[in-house]
């Protein structure tokens, strides 16, 4: 059997099933990316919450995993040459799973970078500038009457969707008529600004009708259907 004792992480979060996958984290946009992946590529995988209510992300357990305190992270047991790998960062997870797998990354060195460089613009654009929006339209940020911050950040959302918009205007998914790790980072954020962060009026999300298009057919995917609701509640014990 597997043996993932020598990892700390696995004092608070005990693997049952060590010889799969572990993915630590909850289900929002940047952590629900890998639970989609995961049920995209049809891994055995156990999932553990990181309950932010308890701070669970700052805990010596966790941070021996994810240093930057940030979900998701994963540890598989059977990485390269077949040792445990851990990873995290939701980007870098993506990719390593693409590889893993041979799935959602195209095989040729162009098409590879290229599906890579839009992840990048997720990462460093859409998630950023997306969640900033978020905290100013619908948490701490309405106590501020200087709405210059969060207008900031609605221009800058909305060029963004922009971009996505006509990058998708001749294509079904950002990189054609393959759907690839570059949609799976993009559209939980894209459907986080509309519904949880209540934006969508704000940023004339009625304006992006190619973003639209693609995010009903990526809602409608069963994979990710399930995985935007990993992981829920820990289970109890057997």
Not at 37 to 46: F, K, S
Not at 136 to 153: E, L, V
């Amino acid at each position: 059997m597997t043996d993932l004792s020598a990892f700390v992480i696995t004092r608070k979060w005990p693997a049952r099933h060590p010889e799969r996958l572990q993915l630590y984290s909850l289900p929002t946009p940047n952590g629900v990316k890998v639970s989609i992946m995961l049920e995209e590529t049809g891994l055995p995988y156990e999932p553990h919450r990181v309950g932010f209510e308890t701070n669970d992300q700052m805990s010596p357990e966790f941070l021996s995993l994810s240093p930057n305190n940030k979900i998701p992270a994963i540890l598989d047991p059977d990485g390269p040459g077949g040792e445990p790998l851990p990873l995290f960062e939701s980007g870098a997870i993506l990719i390593y799973l693409a590889d893993k797998t041979g799935q959602f990354m195209p095989q040729d060195p162009a098409g590879r970078y290229a599906t890579i460089q839009w992840l990048m613009f997720q990462m460093g654009g859409i998630g950023p500038m997306f969640g900033q929006l978020g905290f100013f339209n619908k948490f701490a940020g309405k106590d501020y009457q200087d709405k210059r911050p969060r207008d900031r950040y609605v221009g800058e959302s909305k060029r963004l969707l922009g971009v996505l918009e006509q990058r998708l205007a001749k294509r079904r998914w950002i990189m054609g008529d393959t759907y690839t790790i570059a949609d799976i980072a993009t559209f939980p954020w894209v459907r986080n600004l509309i519904g949880f962060y209540e934006a969508g009026d704000l940023v004339g999300i009625a304006d992006f009708p190619n973003v639209g298009r693609a995010l009903e057919a990526f809602l409608a995917r069963p994979a990710v259907g399930k995985g935007l609701e990993i992981p829920g509640q820990d289970p109890v014990p057997a």
